[in-house]
T-cell receptor
Framework: AQSVTQLDSQVPVFEEAPVELRCNYSSSVSVYLFWYVQYPNQGLQLLLK??????LVESINGFEAEFNKSQTSFHLRKPSVHISDTAEYFCAVKRGRGSTLGRLYFGRGTQLTVWP | EAQVTQNPRYLITVTGKKLTVTCSQNMNHEYMSWYRQDPGLGLRQIYY???????DKGDVPEGYKVSRKEKRNFPLILESPSPNQTSLYFC??????????????FGPGTRLTVL
């Protein structure tokens, strides 16, 4: 079965500091990688995704993630966070083929808290 | 506006009292799915559906039922709820073509408490 590991359950940082949220996955087949964000009392929204091509993908609000196939990682980074980035972040994986086509496998989530 | 809606948003019930959480999407998506979110466990898939009348179990299907009689609706049924089904539930949908690469769109969530 597919597994997604988010290495940190809580990441507290001060405003304007850089942040990295780590994600590793296990798969023997091709995968597609996603980061979703959940703001307080809201549903999940797609932040960014890697499908193919350039291994560095960016979101519209300054986050970026890099697909590293050799390390099976898809870490999320932002060089300078804002208080409004406080949310729970989920890494997720879909398999590119097989009987579980289309199923999203989620990590356990990382709560990012940005302090003033 | 393209969206996934869920009702109710909040529900408190008692053990054994059957309930249904509705999910509807207006994007003509074939693929729909139910997840439950529990602290420290992330989101786990309960059931999913590839199209009308096609449903299959996810990772945690015990105690739940679903049906897919229409493309837009995918209700989640708890025939005899128990306290361990207290959770936050999300419905999601996506197109089937490119289902691996397409974004899944999530509803706002239903917070269920079973006493």
């Amino acid at each position: 079965a597919q597994s997604v590991t988010q290495l940190d359950s809580q990441v507290p940082v001060f405003e304007e500091a850089p942040v990295e949220l780590r994600c590793n996955y296990s798969s023997s087949v091709s995968v597609y990688l996603f980061w979703y964000v959940q703001y307080p009392n809201q549903g999940l929204q797609l932040l960014l995704k890697y499908l193919s091509g350039s291994t560095l993908v960016e979101s519209i609000n300054g986050f970026e993630a890099e697909f590293n196939k050799s390390q099976t990682s898809f870490h999320l980074r932002k060089p300078s966070v804002h208080i409004s980035d406080t949310a729970e972040y989920f890494c997720a994986v879909k398999r590119g083929r097989g009987s579980t086509l289309g199923r999203l496998y989620f990590g356990r989530g990382t709560q990012l808290t940005v302090w003033p | 506006e393209a969206q996934v809606t869920q009702n109710p948003r909040y529900l408190i019930t008692v053990t054994g009292k059957k309930l249904t959480v509705t999910c509807s999407q207006n994007m003509n998506h074939e693929y729909m799915s139910w997840y439950r979110q529990d602290p420290g466990l992330g989101l786990r898939q309960i059931y999913y559906s590839m199209n009308v009348e096609v449903t299959d179990k996810g990772d945690v299907p015990e105690g739940y039922k679903v049906s897919r009689k229409e493309k837009r609706n995918f209700p989640l049924i708890l025939e005899s709820p128990s306290p361990n089904q207290t959770s936050l539930y999300f419905c999601a949908s996506s197109p089937l073509e490119g289902v691996s690469t397409d974004t899944q769109y999530f509803g706002p969530g239903t917070r269920l408490t079973v006493l």
